[in-house]
């Protein structure tokens, strides 16, 4: 008789996922064994098991969508496997629509809105366009006033952030203002992770909700109820701007789907208010909506850097500070509005003005240093003159003839560091006598200093600038005459 050991043992394993076959087999005990027990187990309460992933998994809320379209399971699995290459088999999509449909139907709340209060934005997929002779994939950017269903729409070869962007500021001049909530689905483009608690929305499109002043809300997963409005918006297009219709290139696409937009999409009766979109939203909605920003959003790419030991990083030929306890790692930059954002793991860590003046600028905030780097050039000004007078009165004058020479805001205090540290293998007197040779000849500079030292010429006459002229006559003197007699006959030459 088995005991409670095993008892416990094959539960958990049923409730893994382990059927009865593969838990005899790993036991090593007969399958009726494995069944018995299970059966003593469920009458005190049912044995859930966990359920498998499903290759469908990430399609379901597709599938429910196109369900709730009156789409067969045959269309619905053709254009999974076009518009996401689904490599799974029709089966398996058959038996999840079957299932669905036979599913009593779930209840919703009607969602209403106030004019002004929310737009809903999604992509979809249209099929492939000529551009410049080669066929692209195209899709339509859809964006939707939940409360008069005034819309805009767009053609684009992508769903970059950059565009998604770009379609959002199109779509907010289109309608002159914007909504205060904009809701848009779990796209690679707006949110980051699908937490729809505590979502984390792209620093892109993050700055740029900022910026108009509206709060981007992303819908939950599996939830197409949340984007009712625009996913139906998203189907009318596809099937009625462009299904069937063979457009010449994408300019021609373009061009069509701004005409259809103002004369068909807007101004038809719309089948759910029963209202005309157009009507509402210039009667009601277009005054309530918030002013468009002054200043335009600059949209500009980021750029991975890595920080230096020097606390900066090199952006566009300029240098900007980052706080010193990130040396090594590599952040992102990104620009905005003539901003320089720099974040470490979606955590934004400093923040400047972009430089716009020539090359090789550092942007410095020192509060990104440690405290004991937060020195001043006065200070270090102050303490090199104290050990500098240490040395010597010629030391001290060159070091004020050094200071008089250079710009004090730029002081460059290595020349001044490099003599003192000549303290470590000469006596202040050769380094004081060193400083006054450099000073006749007006040579202000560590190399000349430490070479004077070297070389020990400390005692040699200085050199002047004064010329001599030998008054007395010699054996060696003679007329001015003579040299150009000698010039005549070719003896002297240049």
């Not at 079957?98 to 709340?109: C, E, L, R, T, V």
Request: a positive charge; hydrophobic letters at 35%; glycine letters at 4%.
């Amino acid at each position: 008789m088995l005991g409670v050991e095993m008892h416990t043992t094959i539960e958990t394993l049923f409730k893994k996922g382990y059927n009865k076959t593969q838990i005899a087999s790993i036991l090593r005990i007969d399958r009726k064994t494995v069944r018995n027990i299970l059966n003593k187990i469920d009458e005190k309460g049912v044995v859930e098991r966990k359920a498998k992933p499903s290759i469908l998994d990430p399609y379901k809320e597709y599938i429910n969508i196109q369900v709730s379209k009156d789409l067969g399971a045959m269309r619905i699995f053709q254009d999974m496997q076009r518009e996401f290459n689904f490599t799974g088999s029709y089966d398996t999509v058959k038996k999840y629509v079957n299932s669905i449909k036979n599913q009593p139907p779930k209840a919703y709340m009607v969602l209403n809105t106030l004019p002004g209060e929310e737009a809903q934005v999604d992509f979809g997929y249209i099929g492939t366009i000529n551009v410049n002779g080669r066929h692209k994939k195209a899709w339509v950017f859809v964006m939707t006033l939940s409360y008069s269903r005034y819309m805009y729409i767009e053609v684009v070869l992508n769903q970059s952030v950059k565009t998604f962007i770009t379609c959002h500021k199109n779509a907010f001049k289109y309608f002159g203002g914007v909504p205060q909530t904009v809701k848009i689905d779990n796209l690679k483009s707006g949110i980051l992770e699908s937490d729809f608690y505590e979502p984390t929305v792209q620093k892109n499109y993050a700055a740029f909700a900022a910026h108009y002043g509206f709060w981007a809300q992303p819908c939950r997963v599996r939830t197409p109820t949340d984007k009712g409005k625009v996913e139906s918006n998203v189907d009318y297009v596809k099937n009625n701007c462009f299904k069937g219709r063979d457009f010449k290139d994408i300019d021609e696409a373009i061009s069509f789907s701004k005409l259809w937009l103002d004369t068909i999409a807007n101004v038809r009766k719309h089948g759910t208010t029963k209202k005309i979109p157009a009507e509402v939203f210039n009667s009601i909605e277009k005054e309530k909506l918030l002013p468009l920003p002054t200043e335009d959003f600059i949209l500009s790419h980021s750029v991975k850097c890595k920080v230096n030991t020097n606390c900066h990083i090199s952006y566009d030929g300029n240098y900007y500070s980052v706080p010193y306890a990130y040396i090594g790692q590599e952040v992102e930059a990104i620009i905005v509005n003539d901003l320089v954002k720099i974040y470490f793991k979606e955590k934004e860590i400093a923040l400047h003005s972009l430089w716009k003046g020539d090359k090789g600028h550092y942007t410095t905030n020192n509060e990104h240093y440690p405290n004991s780097k937060n020195i001043s050039s006065e200070d270090i000004l102050s303490r090199q003159r104290e050990e500098i007078k240490e040395v010597g009165d010629n030391a001290l004058k060159f070091f004020e003839n050094f200071i008089k020479q250079g710009n004090l805001k730029k002081y460059d205090y290595k020349t001044i560091a490099g003599i003192l540290s000549l303290r470590r293998e000469y006596s202040d007197e050769i380094i004081d006598a060193a400083c006054l040779r450099a000073i006749s000849y007006d040579a202000y500079s560590y190399k000349v200093v430490k070479r004077i030292c070297e070389k020990r010429i400390i005692n040699l006459p200085v050199q002047s600038n004064e010329s001599y002229t030998n008054e007395e006559e010699t054996s060696l003197s003679r007329d001015l005459k003579e040299y150009d007699k000698l010039s005549a006959l070719g003896e002297l030459k240049r």
